[in-house]
């Protein structure tokens, strides 16, 4: 009964201990950080094309994002999370640690990290003209992905390096492992602008990864790696920004099509309010014993801006999506937003 007392006084004790402690924390937190809450909130129209029931044109997304940012041993730590979709469940975030000269380290669960944060530089006046299509990953490299993956960013003589890496399955998880299967990947984006070129109004950039063959499912199923690679250029005169962006992706040993990418887009500042756009696409899916197909996009876009208001439009269509002959789509979207 004394043992039993003791055991029962001494948990108590710690849950006391335990609560304090989380108290304290909490209060150093909070004088050490600063946190800012920002959002937006999305009307949209949609025409899907005529193979499509568009049902209910009209939706809405509400976006709310929080940022936290304080000193934490001479180190500044920040994080970001954000929630879409009338508060469904957190769509991304980011923790990140800035050491300085050393560069900064962050641990992102889909903001955008290495390769993925150029996987489309072509300029547009609102949506890239991939958006609202049935198939939209084509010609778009990443192997790491931006969930789940460990990212350095540093930049050395005005090249920026931003690194990405994933240990299996890329599946976004809580605390504990992903259950998902997949392969461990990484790649890497190396950018400049004309400021550190010499020539003012360009910017370019190029980027390389690897994702390893099998799974952690079946380890050992397949010895052969996915490779992704792209370059891409933009250049601004004036009003007008032009660019070009070449990408490829090999996936032959797997018994998967390879992928090369060429796109193009323009966009043009009317005034500094008003600017539209326009871009194509071409895909080629190399597929192993079989013709070859090509994918074809384009899309114009307008988008107007009045203070925190901005009133945009797109018209986006697709051939051969996916390398499928005869898979066609099309789409339209208008959309007021309101920033806040």
């Given at each position: 009964?004394?043992?039993?007392?003791?055991?029962?006084?001494?948990?108590?004790?710690?849950?006391?201990?335990?609560?304090?402690?989380?108290?304290?924390?909490?209060?150093?937190?909070?004088?050490?950080?600063?946190?800012?809450?920002?959002?937006?909130?999305?009307?949209?129209?949609?025409?899907?094309?005529?193979?499509?029931?568009?049902?209910?044109?009209?939706?809405?997304?509400?976006?709310?994002?929080?940022?936290?940012?304080?000193?934490?041993?001479?180190?500044?730590?920040?994080?970001?999370?954000?929630?879409?979709?009338?508060?469904?469940?957190?769509?991304?975030?980011?923790?990140?640690?800035?050491?300085?000269?050393?560069?900064?380290?962050?641990?992102?669960?889909?903001?955008?990290?290495?390769?993925?944060?150029?996987?489309?530089?072509?300029?547009?006046?609102?949506?890239?003209?991939?958006?609202?299509?049935?198939?939209?990953?084509s010609g778009r490299v990443g192997t790491a992905g931006?969930?789940?993956?460990?990212?350095?960013?540093?930049?050395?003589?005005?090249?920026?390096?931003?690194?990405?890496?994933?240990?299996?399955?890329?599946?976004?998880?809580?605390?504990?492992?992903?259950?998902?299967?997949?392969?461990?990947?990484?790649?890497?984006?190396?950018?400049?602008?004309?400021?550190?070129?010499?020539?003012?109004?360009?910017?370019?950039?190029?980027?390389?990864?690897?994702?390893?063959?099998?799974?952690?499912?079946?380890?050992?199923?397949?010895?052969?790696?996915?490779?992704?690679?792209?370059?891409?250029?933009?250049?601004?005169?004036?009003?007008?920004?032009?660019?070009?962006?070449?990408?490829?992706?090999?996936?032959?040993?797997?018994?998967?099509?390879?992928?090369?990418?060429?796109?193009?887009?323009?966009?043009?500042?009317?005034?500094?309010?008003?600017?539209?756009?326009?871009?194509?696409?071409?895909?080629?899916?190399?597929?192993?014993?079989?013709?070859?197909?090509?994918?074809?996009?384009?899309?114009?876009?307008?988008?107007?801006?009045?203070?925190?208001?901005?009133?945009?439009?797109?018209?986006?269509?697709?051939?051969?999506?996916?390398?499928?002959?005869?898979?066609?789509d099309s789409m339209t979207e208008i959309a007021l937003?309101?920033?806040?």
């Open positions: 009964m004394k043992n039993k007392l003791k055991g029962e006084i001494m948990n108590n004790f710690k849950k006391v201990g335990l609560t304090a402690l989380a108290g304290s924390l909490a209060v150093s937190a909070a004088n050490a950080a600063e946190m800012s809450v920002s959002g937006a909130t999305l009307l949209t129209y949609t025409s899907e094309d005529t193979t499509e029931a568009t049902g209910n044109p009209f939706g809405m997304k509400t976006n709310i994002a929080f940022t936290a940012s304080g000193d934490v041993n001479g180190y500044t730590v920040s994080y970001f999370q954000a929630s879409k979709d009338q508060f469904a469940g957190m769509s991304s975030a980011r923790l990140s640690v800035d050491m300085g000269d050393m560069g900064t380290i962050a641990f992102d669960q889909g903001v955008g990290s290495g390769l993925a944060t150029i996987d489309d530089k072509t300029p547009t006046a609102a949506e890239e003209i991939w958006d609202g299509l049935d198939v939209t990953t931006s969930t789940g993956v460990f990212n350095y960013i540093n930049t050395f003589a005005g090249v920026t390096f931003n690194g990405a890496a994933r240990k299996g399955s890329g599946t976004a998880n809580s605390d504990g492992s992903s259950s998902g299967a997949g392969q461990s990947a990484w790649d890497f984006a190396l950018t400049a602008d004309g400021s550190s070129l010499g020539v003012d109004g360009l910017s370019i950039g190029a980027g390389y990864g690897e994702a390893e063959g099998g799974s952690t499912a079946q380890p050992g199923s397949d010895s052969k790696d996915t490779t992704n690679i792209t370059a891409f250029a933009n250049y601004a005169f004036g009003p007008m920004v032009v660019g070009y962006q070449q990408s490829s992706e090999d996936n032959t040993g797997k018994g998967v099509a390879a992928q090369e990418s060429s796109r193009w887009g323009v966009a043009f500042n009317i005034n500094e309010n008003l600017s539209v756009s326009y871009g194509e696409a071409e895909t080629e899916f190399a597929k192993a014993g079989a013709a070859h197909v090509t994918e074809d996009l384009e899309g114009i876009a307008v988008s107007y801006t009045m203070g925190s208001m901005k009133i945009a439009g797109n018209m986006n269509e697709a051939s051969n999506m996916g390398g499928t002959s005869g898979s066609n937003s309101f920033a806040f």
